[in-house]
């Protein structure tokens, strides 16, 4: 098997391990990781991984999680991105291997009541979106630790609560909205926030965050 993980920059660590019973015994020059339990989505790639790897990969995080109510998996404490998981099945031609990516049931996700609260903005202007996003949050910490007390009043409301991972957030956004859609009791009225849950003052890959949208009874 070959695991993917993500580090906090965004980073790719790459490497290929075997399944064992212990770990007591780890070949010199070698490293063990143990693995933490999730549920994954898996797909069955057909072609060349050198060539083809990638398409997969852009169907599975693209039309099927538009399509799907699953959120992305990948979290700060268990930050394995993708198993690639080879067997005899790859001396076939074409070859196939499976691929295996985390995902988590939308079972956390809420209808609470929100509080009135303060908020402040900071308009950002430019071509580069990343860069722009980064520089807001710069000077938003920056700027919150000095002002504590100011910023605009908001009313609350009834919204629907689901949590998130920054660099998934249009993927989980919209996972979120499709399970929105889908719920009976309660339906959209318009107006959303997020919730950034930033530690340290710094947002990196595997920040989390709160989606919030408004919503009534049906």
């Given at each position: 098997?070959?695991?993917?993980?993500?580090?906090?920059?965004?980073?790719?660590?790459?490497?290929?391990?075997?399944?064992?019973?212990?770990?007591?015994?780890?070949?010199?020059?070698?490293?063990?990781?143990?693995?933490?339990?999730?549920?994954?989505?898996?797909?069955?790639?057909?072609?060349?991984?050198?060539?083809?790897?990638?398409?997969?990969?852009?169907?599975?995080?693209?039309?099927?999680?538009?399509?799907?109510?699953?959120?992305?998996?990948?979290?700060?404490?268990?930050?394995?991105?993708?198993?690639?998981?080879?067997?005899?099945?790859?001396?076939?031609?074409?070859?196939?291997?499976d691929i295996f990516v985390?995902?988590?049931?939308?079972?956390?996700?809420?209808?609470?009541?929100?509080?009135?609260?303060?908020?402040?903005?900071?308009?950002?202007?430019?071509?580069?979106?990343?860069?722009?996003?980064?520089?807001?949050?710069?000077?938003?910490?920056?700027?919150?630790?000095?002002?504590?007390?100011?910023?605009?009043?908001?009313?609350?409301?009834?919204?629907?609560?689901?949590?998130?991972?920054?660099?998934?957030?249009?993927?989980?956004?919209?996972?979120?909205?499709?399970?929105?859609?889908?719920?009976?009791?309660?339906?959209?009225?318009?107006?959303?926030?997020?919730?950034f849950l930033i530690d340290?003052?710094?947002?990196?890959?595997?920040?989390?965050?709160?989606?919030?949208?408004?919503?009534?009874?049906?």
């Amino acid at each position: 098997m070959c695991f993917k993980f993500i580090d906090e920059d965004g980073k790719f660590i790459y490497f290929v391990g075997f399944e064992v019973e212990e770990l007591d015994a780890v070949p010199y020059g070698a490293a063990g990781k143990r693995i933490p339990p999730l549920t994954y989505a898996m797909a069955t790639h057909v072609g060349p991984p050198a060539e083809t790897l990638g398409q997969t990969l852009d169907y599975v995080y693209g039309e099927w999680f538009l399509n799907s109510t699953y959120q992305t998996g990948h979290l700060r404490l268990s930050p394995i991105s993708v198993i690639e998981y080879y067997d005899k099945r790859c001396s076939l031609t074409p070859p196939e291997m499976d691929i295996f990516v985390p995902i988590k049931l939308p079972s956390d996700n809420r209808i609470t009541e929100v509080a009135p609260f303060k908020a402040a903005f900071y308009r950002a202007v430019g071509n580069d979106a990343a860069k722009l996003k980064y520089e807001a949050f710069d000077v938003m910490i920056n700027w919150v630790e000095k002002h504590r007390h100011a910023g605009k009043d908001y009313e609350g409301g009834m919204f629907a609560v689901a949590d998130g991972v920054h660099h998934f957030l249009e993927k989980d956004w919209a996972t979120f909205m499709k399970w929105l859609e889908q719920h009976p009791e309660y339906k959209t009225t318009g107006g959303c926030y997020e919730e950034f849950l930033i530690d340290n003052g710094k947002v990196d890959y595997y920040t989390t965050l709160q989606f919030y949208e408004k919503v009534e009874k049906r």
